[in-house]
Every structure is written in structure tokens, then in C-alpha cells.
């Protein structure tokens, strides 16, 4: 089987990390020991593939607060071919206009988007079609909404966009047929969770600076104050004695003194890795920085 990807570009994604990533992974996950695999925030989905392909696990569950994404795997898991066919048709017609009727066309997809939400518990294929061909053509495939929830990101002008990717999709879809994913805040893995249980947090990053922040994923923002309440969260399932992994900004990139991360999970490990992210709103911002990894074990 081909390599799977994740189906949509999610800010923050882990694409680029996962080699670095395993070298980190607890013992148990690798030794088969562990039984349940829990993401709390999934996003684009990188480490879980990473992990259903590599590793023997009885269980995973992936839960974000974000309704359409959760959508879009729900509809992956149970809808694909029909998804498939969806895109297929929004492919073709976005390749056959000329770049200016496919700015229109890709405006009046986001129109619609907004025009209506998704209904609780009701798997919406035309949504989840919408939401991936706006990534697909979005600048720089962004999922971004406002305060009113509407998604805001503008047209990218892209040449050639692979919307329906059929076989990455079809090779998804097998793949998480037996992972449970839920809409909700990433307090609701704590009932999942025991001592057989390995947990990859990727909250939305600490900002390094005014202008690198982003966490417009959902109408709710994720400041200092929930940073706290995750850390706090974090020692609370360490004492489960479930193995726990998070990921986040190194805020000692811009500034030296800063310990929020060292103060906030003293008494963790504090790995640093290096990523390729935007730190500053210019183009030259863009350069290996530090991340960290922070475990229990």
C-alpha cells in the first residue's frame, strides 16, 4: 500500500516532524504493550496515520473541537466513495474554467459553506466535499473562520490542484475504519484513558509573537490561560499513569527568559526538535526553529 497522507493541510500539521517524532515514542507503543491510541486534538491527522500504519494497537480515538473537520473523517471512515465522486466532480469543473471563472467558482463553493451549518450527528457528504476543495484552493490551504464561525481565507490562484486524491482517500478510508472519532474538547479523553493508554497532544501552539499566532481554527481562541488548563490536564492523566506525549511552540526561540513551557510542566521532559515554521509575518521568517516535545516518560 502507498504511503498514506493526510487528505487536507492543516496548520501546525506534523507532516514534517514524524521522523523526529518516533524517535521520542514511548517504548511501550513500539513493544506492543500499549492498547489505546488517543489524539485530543487530531487536526490534519499526520501522527495518527503514522501510528495505525506502524504500530499493533486493540483501540484509537481521535477527537477535535472543530465539527466540520470530525465531519470529513466520519465521512472518510463510512462515505468515501461518494466523497470521492463529489470531488471528482468539483475537480473537473474548477480545471475546465479559466483562472478568473475559477476564482468565481471557488467563492461561490465558500458562499455556500457558510450558508449553513452541519446539523448534529448527521454525516454531510456535500459538506465535507466543500470543506476539502476549500483547502485544496484556499491560500495556502488555511482553515480559518471568524467570530461568526464563517470560513474567511481568500482564493489561492492555484495552477493545478490535486482535489480528489482517489486512491490516498480510498487507502484512508480502510485504515481508520476502526478508530472512533468525536467532536469535543480534548477534556473528553479522560474517561479513555488508563494505564495501557498513549496520548499525543498537539494543542494550538503558544504564540512566539504578535504576529506568529494562529488558532483561528474554531470561533474560540486558545490563549495563556487554556495553555494552563492543559497542563494542568496533563498531570492529572500522568497520574492515570498513561504515557502522554505534547507538542508545542518553543517560546525560548524569540526569548531567552521565557519559561513558560519549563515552569508549566516542571517535572517533564522537555525534548526539543527542530521544525521549518513562519515565525514572523515576513517572508524571511521562515526558518528551522526549536519546538518542543514535552513527555512523562
Do not use: H
Amino acid at each position: 500500500m502507498e504511503k498514506i497522507r493526510p487528505f487536507v493541510k492543516w496548520a501546525g500539521g506534523k507532516s514534517q516532524l514524524i521522523g523526529q517524532i518516533n524517535k521520542y515514542l514511548p517504548t511501550e507503543l513500539t513493544d506492543g504493550k500499549i492498547k489505546t491510541y488517543i489524539e485530543p486534538f487530531v487536526g490534519g491527522g499526520a501522527m495518527l496515520i503514522e501510528v495505525l500504519q506502524k504500530y499493533n494497537i486493540e483501540n484509537a480515538i481521535a477527537f477535535d473541537i472543530n465539527a466540520d473537520l470530525i465531519n470529513c473523517y466520519l465521512v472518510a471512515k463510512n462515505n468515501v466513495e461518494e466523497l470521492i465522486t463529489k470531488l471528482d466532480e468539483k475537480e473537473k469543473k474548477y480545471k475546465s474554467l479559466e483562472n478568473a471563472k475559477r476564482k468565481e467558482y471557488f467563492y461561490e463553493i465558500r458562499t455556500e459553506y457558510n450558508s449553513y451549518e452541519l446539523q448534529d450527528k448527521i454525516i454531510n457528504v456535500k459538506r465535507a466535499s466543500e470543506f476539502i476543495f476549500l483547502n485544496k484552493t484556499c491560500f495556502n490551504g488555511l482553515y480559518r473562520v471568524n467570530s461568526n464561525n464563517k470560513f474567511n481565507v481568500p482564493f489561492n490562484n492555484a495552477k493545478n490542484p490535486t482535489i480528489c486524491d482517489s486512491t490516498n482517500l480510498r487507502n484512508l478510508s480502510k485504515l481508520i475504519q476502526d478508530v472512533d472519532f468525536y467532536c469535543g474538547d480534548y477534556k473528553k479523553s479522560e474517561k479513555y484513558t488508563n494505564k495501557d493508554t498513549f496520548i499525543y497532544f498537539d494543542p494550538p501552539y503558544r504564540p512566539l509573537n504578535t504576529t506568529s499566532g494562529f488558532t483561528s481554527y474554531t470561533k474560540e481562541e486558545f490563549n495563556d490561560d487554556d495553555q494552563r488548563k492543559l497542563g494542568k490536564f496533563y498531570k492529572e492523566l500522568s497520574l492515570k499513569g498513561a504515557k502522554l506525549m505534547l507538542s508545542n511552540s518553543n517560546p525560548k526561540n524569540t526569548n531567552k527568559d521565557d519559561n513558560f513551557f519549563v515552569d508549566l510542566y516542571d517535572g517533564f521532559k522537555l525534548n526539543e526538535v527542530l521544525a521549518n515554521r513562519n515565525i514572523n509575518s515576513k517572508g524571511n521568517g521562515r526558518k528551522a526553529i526549536s519546538e518542543l516535545l514535552i513527555t512523562n516518560y
